[in-house]
Nanobody, 113 residues
């Protein structure tokens, strides 16, 4: 089974940018849909963005126009470029194969002045 490791999180100021990476332990060519999720303390995990093999994407309204999901199948990696970050983007970010993939450890994103 393919496992994923999230990385790239950190502390940034409002308006700043981060690029998250989701590195797979094996090929992701067979994974049709990959998704990025986030979970803030005390809140439900929510879908942030999805991308399929054709490059079609979906974004939650809260991040639309600011975040970009992409995938490099040759590198077995999925990315989430986050721009114009807001304090409400603070959360642990996770990636998985949708809709029923397993969860990794996530990577912490903190947006604060």
């Amino acid at each position: 089974q393919v496992q994923f490791v999230e990385s790239g999180g950190g502390l940034v100021q409002p308006g700043g940018s981060l690029r998250l990476s989701c590195a797979a332990s094996g090929s992701i060519f067979s994974i049709i849909v990959m998704g990025w999720y986030r979970q803030a303390p005390g809140k439900q995990r929510e879908l942030v963005a999805r991308i399929n093999l054709g490059g079609n994407t979906y974004y939650a309204d809260s991040v639309k126009g600011r975040f970009t999901i992409s995938r490099d199948n040759a590198k077995n990696t999925v990315y989430l470029q986050m721009n114009s970050l807001k304090s409400e983007d603070t959360a642990v970010y996770y990636c998985r194969a949708d809709p029923a993939g397993s969860w990794g450890q996530g990577t912490q994103v903190t947006v604060s002045s």
